[in-house]
């Protein structure tokens, strides 16, 4: 492998889960969001050698996102629920620039999140870890939907009141 792709290779791995978060953002749901982001990847590494090293990585790859959630948008023109492009161009400048504290707020939500106690976290890990519905939580718990959602909208409450506490505190 020659210096770039070694560059590409690693930088590509560092920033999946940023870019399948920009991603999500751009797109509302994260079946499709997926499938762009391997798309994504393909392209990026496909164009490696087009990559200036010089700039941030984490933009060059927002911008092969962008065209490829617009491509991915096209096949979705007859869906009821499509946001413009200007919304999406806007969205897309806004959630490519760098977030402060961004490593910070990732370290600090996997300590709140081991900090849950066990169902609220379970329900976390089952919902965005596993991908599972509410209702296939609801059954793995035996209750309900309506309080699946309930507890995990709560347990999403706690996670943020205690990143942000984290964040304000600045303890690690």
């Known amino acids: 492998m020659d210096n770039i792709e070694t ?20 797109t509302g749901g994260i079946p499709e969001s997926e499938d762009i982001l391997q798309a994504v990847n393909l392209k990026l590494w496909q164009q490696r050698h087009a990559y200036d090293a010089s700039r941030p990585f984490f933009n ?14 096209k096949t979705l023109a007859r869906s009821k ?3 413009s492009d200007a919304f999406v161009e806007e969205m897309a400048e806004r959630l490519a620039a760098p977030r402060e504290n961004a490593n910070q707020r990732l370290a600090f939500l996997e300590q709140c999140r ?8 379970q329900i976390i890990d089952w919902f965005y870890a596993d991908q599972l519905s509410i ?6 718990l035996g209750r309900t939907s309506g309080s699946v959602a309930n507890s995990l909208y709560y347990a999403r409450h706690l ?9 304000a505190g600045g303890r690690g």
Do not use: N, Y
């Open 7 to 26: 560059i590409v290779e690693l930088e590509i791995t560092k920033i999946q889960l940023r870019l399948m978060a920009f991603i999500c953002k751009l």
């Open 60 to 73: 060059w790859a927002c911008a092969i996102a962008k065209f490829e959630i617009m491509t991915h948008r």
């Open 81 to 83: 629920l499509v946001f």
């Open 114 to 121: 081991r900090e849950l106690s066990d169902t609220p976290r």
């Open 135 to 140: 209702a296939d939580i609801a059954k793995r």
């Open 159 to 167: 996670l943020r009141l205690c990143v942000e506490g984290k964040l």
